[in-house]
Structure formats: C-alpha cells, structure tokens
C-alpha cells in the first residue's frame, strides 16, 4: 500500500513495506501485553482449550478462506485461456511457467551450484503457488532483459534438469560431436568458423561414407538456446532416420544483430556444398578406392525462430551469383516468418487463409470470425448455459447474444430477423493471430517486441513490406516458386499460425501461377489466390506443400517432451518427413502405407490407414495399372481420418508382404501399437463437429460474397 501512496510502486518500496510490517507487529508482540487489548482477552479465555497447533492451522485456514471467498461464493473471474488450449497442453505450459519463476527467482544467486539447486527448488514453490507464478512471470515478462530470457529458454542446461531428461534420449554413439565449420573462400562475411554438433545413430565409418545430411537450425528467438538445449527431440530424428544431424550455434543477438546469423548459416549450407561434406567430416567428392561420390542430399529444418532462417537462406541459395544445388526439402516447424507486428490482417491474406482453411484446417478460419461470438476478443466457440429457470425457452437472454446478434444498423439498412435483409459486405475486420493470441502463455507480445528489438540491433529500420530476408512471408513469388518441396507444422493456437498458412498458400499459389506461364501471362501478374474449385483444375498431382496443424496447441511443443504426449506423435511426423525428403519415394512404399491426396489443398500425406475398411476401400479404388498394394494418387481414396485432411499420422514401420517383422532397412521406422496410433490420431485431428461445420460454412459464403464483389469492383476500375 505504501508503494501506492507514493504513486510508483516498486520492488524497493514494496521490500521496504514487508519489514515495516513485519518489524511493528514483532516490537508490539515483544512491548504489549502478553494477553494482548481488552477487547481479545475474553476470546484468549475461550480459546485457552485449543492447543497452539490449532489456533495456528486454524488461522491460517481462515486467512486462505478469506482470501478467496469471492470464489467460494462464485464471484470470481473466469479463466480466459480456460478453453483455448487442449488439456495437456496447459498442463504442460504451467510446468514451464512454474519452471520460468523458479529459475527467475534464483538467478541472481552465487554461486552456480546454489543457483540450480534453488531454482529446482523455487520452481517446486510455483508448481504448488500457480498463481503466483503466473503473477511473476507477467511482470518480468513486461520488461524482460537478455539475461531473463537466456536463463527462461536455457532451462534444460541445468543439470539437475539435464540429468532427469537424460533417461529420454535415446543413445547415440555419436552425439553433441563439435565441429568448427570454415566459411567460403573470399567470403565477404568474415572468417570466424561456425560452431556445429552433430549427431548420429551410426558409426564413425559409417558418417563418413554418409549421403544425407539433415541441417538444423535450432530456434530460441535469434537470441539463445544453442544446440544442446533441442537434444529431445534431435536424438529421436537422429535414432528414427539414421541420417546425420548437423545443429548449429548460430550467433545470437545482440551480440551479433541481423543479418550476421543468417550470413553465417548460409555459409555453413555454401561450405557443405563446396566440399560435399569434407568440412564437417565426412569422405569429400571422393571415395577410398579413389571414385568420385555423388552429391550428397540436405534437408533444412528449423523450428520457430530457425524456421526464420532456414527460408531466408533458401532465399539466398536462390540468388547466389554461384549456382548452389538446392536442399531436397524444407521443415519449418511453428516458425517466425513476419517481423511486421500488426493487429489487422489485410483482405490478401485472409483471401489466403481462406483458401488454405476450406476443407481442413477450419479452426484457423473460425478464430477470425469475430462477431460470430459473445466477446469480441474470443477465438474460441461460446458455450450456451443452460437457462433452467426461464420461463420461455425460446427467447434468448440479453448476456447470451452474439455480436452479429446484436447489430440493428449496416451500411444504411435495418436489420431484422429475416438473414436475406443482411446487406452483402466485403470482406470483414479480422485480428492477425498474434493479436488473437496476445495472452498466450508461452509467446506474448512483449517478448515478440523484445525479439524483434534484439535481432535488428542498431540497424536502420526495415521495410517490413519487401525486405524477405527478414520476413520471409513477403517473398517474390519468382522465388517461391523455385522451392523445394515445404512441410509446415504448427499449433492450432500459436500466435505464429497465420505465418504458417499464409507462407504456405503463397508458395502453392507461385508454382500453380508458373504452371500457367505458357498462357502468355507475365508472371505474377493479377496474382490472387485461386477458389478452390481453380485449384482442382490446374494442378491434380502436385505436392509443393504439406502443412500439420495440432488441435489446442500453442508455440514450442517440441521442447515439451517430458510432459507432453502429443510431441511424441510430433516427432514421429517430423522424422517421417526427413526420412522421405531423403529417401526415394520408392523406398518407403509398403503393403501397409499409401499416399493421399487432397486436390482441394494440393497436400500429400504419408499415412496408414487405421482400420480395416479403410485398407478394403483404398485397395478396391486402385488406379488401372497400379497394383492395390502400391501408393495411389486416386482423388476418391478416403483420408485415415473422415473429420480433417490436416493431421499428424501414426508412425509406420515398412513390413515385408509376407512377414510381420518389421523391415531391416535403416530408414524404416519405430513400429507403434495399432490402437495406440488410432487413439493418438483421434485425440489430435481437429475436431469437425456440426456447431464448427455450420460457422465454417456461413462464414466461408459471407467471404466468397466479399471477394466477389471486390474482383467486380477490380473488374470495373481498370474498365
């Protein structure tokens, strides 16, 4: 209260105010009478039957009563994030904040080996206390420093941490090998070597002879979280494809503000290339009996803020004054690719969304359609309570209308309870997802702002619009065209979601729009994005883009491993992918997988059918000429999951035709229980339920009314 009265609360003041407090009651306690005022010392002799124990627990059960009985008697505020994520996933994000003020809380201590302990320690405190923990962590989240989000982000270099983690990797013979990677000759961006670690399930002689590599960029916010810190899920891709993973320790910011990162990262790619593997370690252009090897295969993965620089060096590759040869494909994992922090999405990329969202991931779509809820700020469904007590069922009480509900006035025309009196309006105010997702408890603004602030450093000021090598999401379609093939994944509810949809559609609408070249058509001229009838006519096979969206799931899942299942089933997607980019599609066919299309998206999916029906039904709808056992490519084979095209699959193993064993190939993967993969699978896709399905088809035609009008309008002005 004292900091208050003041008028600038601060921690001083508030540390002044607790020994005040505290040195009153104790000079009083020690000075007054022991039997304390008059007016208590009638309740001294009632209570004189009660042992000390007693009147202390029984206080302090008071005390707590008092402090929440606003709760007790239903006043209290509800939980915004109650219903926006999935069970699991809050669980897990409470151990993290429980984690992030116990480690806050200690950091300050001397020396190192205290400074664990006590953060173990503390985080025990916070994991009890959540709401104090969720108080600390907002106001050190207001002004973060360097240092606060190094210690946040590096938690599992403790090692008492490291050590209760360690019993979930899998062993590896070589694992956080370091490597020094020279840069280019004359490159113009230094000589400082590159650090890297390598990992891999094989042998020394086996690395060296190696023809994949899988290139990681590790995220953390261009400012921490080294290699060493994504050994979870690294060691699980590096057991499931046996292919070598190189991670590397970009430079962080400040330090080192951009584009030194990304500089250095493209080297790394530039260097591997020259000497096909030689600078890390591996046998060079030439083999022992002295014949020359074949190029050797790459694959860039990056999650979040790597997902940021594994594009722009895709960027880079592309316009090297020296032809590189290009990576066999790109992950990009709940990544950063827009640096423009705006509230508002713009009607090109909501025509985007839109296009990306129309069979499969409609829970992206449904979060930008704001009038269709109670709270203008909601992006989750409303739930109607149940009026017991209303004596006329078929009104609705004022507190339950929607927004839309509430309109009586547009664009000067009454509205009445008749749908077909609505006017017909382009298309409508929508919040960018990191503005819809602005509380979220793993990546809020602040911390977006603080990023953003760091990595920059005292550079000029970017043109967020056309600078691509920061925002990779505004890239020239000239480029995105050229793209290998580009697997996203990310969290239903990550503030980064939008970036995930829109760089997708983009790059689906570059190479469809270069297919249309020979029309005469300059490219990227009058580019918009196709309806998704356009989309079924000019491209029936192609598969540029593959993208996975996790129900309820926010940002940096993968670090969850220890207390979040769905990672698990993550990770096997995502070692799935690097095992096809490096593999020959031929290589992994099996009795048991089959390949599916979704020509309205333009997606392909490596999954396995998870019911006896399912396997009947592809096998009879087999393509003249292919055998039933093979992949199909038919548009009617049915996806392993009736409700979305966009899941994450049950892992596979490759299994001989006329054995149960799995394959000996080294690509092929963990086998998993059929009905645990089923039950994964059911838990994860996004739920279609007919509530969802209706907004998604209202708000679908509402949009399409808006774009057409708009082209009309386009259509008359250059008339």
């Known amino acids: 209260m004292i900091d208050h009265l003041l008028g600038r609360p601060s921690p001083s003041w508030k540390r002044f105010q607790v020994f005040l407090v505290s040195f009153i009651w104790f000079f009083y306690l020690f000075k007054a009478d022991s039997r304390g005022p008059k007016f208590c010392r009638k309740w001294n002799e009632k209570l004189s039957r009660f042992t000390p124990f007693q009147i202390i627990s029984g206080t302090l059960a008071f005390l707590y009563m008092l402090k929440n009985a606003d709760r007790m008697v239903g006043l209290g505020a509800p939980e915004p994030l109650s219903r926006l994520y999935s069970r699991n996933f809050y669980r897990a994000t409470w151990v993290l904040t429980a984690l992030d003020a116990g480690f806050w809380t200690a950091m300050s201590i001397r020396p190192k080996f205290l400074r664990d302990t006590m953060s173990i320690v503390f985080s025990v405190y916070y994991l009890i206390f959540a709401d104090q923990a969720d108080e600390k962590v907002r106001r050190i989240r207001a002004t973060i420093t360097v240092e606060q989000l190094r210690v946040s982000w590096e938690k599992t270099l403790n090692p008492i941490l490291r050590a209760a983690i360690k ?98 990262c493209f080297d790394v790619y530039q260097s591997i290339i020259e000497s096909n593997g030689e600078v890390i370690g591996m046998s060079g252009w030439t083999n022992k009996d002295g014949s020359k090897k074949k190029q050797i295969k790459i694959v860039m993965v990056g999650d979040s803020a790597g997902g940021n620089l594994v594009t722009s060096v895709m960027f880079k590759i592309l316009e090297s004054p020296t032809p590189l040869p290009h990576p066999t494909a790109l992950i990009l994992i709940y990544p950063c690719l827009n640096f423009d922090i705006t509230c508002w999405m713009s009607p090109s990329q909501l025509s985007v969304i839109r296009a990306e ?5 409609h829970g992206v779509l449904e979060s930008k359609d704001h009038l269709r809820h109670k709270s203008p700020l909601a992006v989750v469904p409303d739930i109607k309570k149940k009026r017991r007590w209303s004596r006329n069922f078929s009104r609705s009480r004022e507190d339950e209308k929607t927004i839309e509900e509430r309109v009586k006035y547009i664009s000067g025309h009454e509205v009445t309870n008749d749908p077909n009196s609505l006017p017909v309006i382009g298309t409508r105010l929508a919040m960018t997802s990191r503005m819809s997702y602005f509380n979220d408890r793993i990546v809020t603004p602040d911390m977006m702002r603080a990023m953003v602030i760091l990595y920059l450093g005292p550079n000029n000021c970017p043109d967020f619009s056309s600078d691509y090598l920061l925002s990779p999401i505004v890239g020239p379609d000239e480029l995105l065209a ?99 980019s490096l593999e020959d599609i031929s290589e992994l066919r099996s009795e048991s997988e089959v390949i599916i299309q979704d020509e309205d998206e333009g997606l392909i999916f490596l999954s396995r059918p998870s019911t006896v029906n399912d396997i009947t039904k592809i096998q009879q709808n087999g393509i003249k000429g292919i055998p039933s056992h093979e992949i199909s490519h038919h548009k009617n084979i049915p996806s392993t999951s009736p409700k979305s095209s966009i899941h994450v699959s049950p892992d596979v193993t490759a299994t001989d035709k006329n054995s149960h064993e799995p394959s000996s190939s080294p690509t092929a993967l963990t086998p998993v229980h059929e009905h645990e993969c089923v039950l994964w699978e059911q838990q994860n896709i996004l739920d279609e339920d007919q509530i969802l399905k209706r907004r998604r088809d209202t708000l679908l035609s509402h949009l399409k009314e808006g774009t057409t009008i708009t082209s009309q309008e386009n259509m008359k002005t250059k008339k």
């Open 357 to 361: 969202s129309s069979n499969s991931i």
């Open 482 to 580: 050229q793209f290998p093939k580009v697997y996203l994944m990310c969290g239903e509810k990550d503030p980064f979601v939008d970036d995930t949809v829109v760089f997708a559609g983009r790059i689906r609408e570059a190479k469809r729009r270069k297919k249309q070249m020979a029309n005469g058509s300059k490219f990227g001229e009058n580019l918009r994005m196709s309806s998704v009838n356009e989309a079924n006519k000019s491209d029936n096979t192609d598969d540029w883009v593959e993208v996975k969206i996790l129900q309820g799931i926010s940002h940096a899942f993968l670090q969850m491993l220890a207390f979040l299942p769905e990672t698990t089933g993550a990770i096997r997607a995502i070692a799935r992918w690097l095992s096809q």
């Open 167 to 264: 019993f979930l990797h899998p062993h590896l013979p070589i694992h956080r090998k370091k490597v020094l990677i020279p840069r280019p000759k004359n490159n113009p961006h230094g000589s400082r070597p590159v650090v890297g670690y390598i990992y891999y399930a094989g042998t020394q002689k086996s690395f060296e002879m190696s023809r994949k590599l899988i290139l990681d960029f590790p995220g953390g916010g261009f400012i921490t979280m080294p290699p060493p810190c994504h050994e979870d899920y690294l060691c699980h891709w590096a057991k499931r494809t046996q292919a070598p993973i190189l991670s590397i320790e970009y430079a962080k910011a400040p330090e080192f503000p951009y584009p030194y990162a990304l500089e250095e």
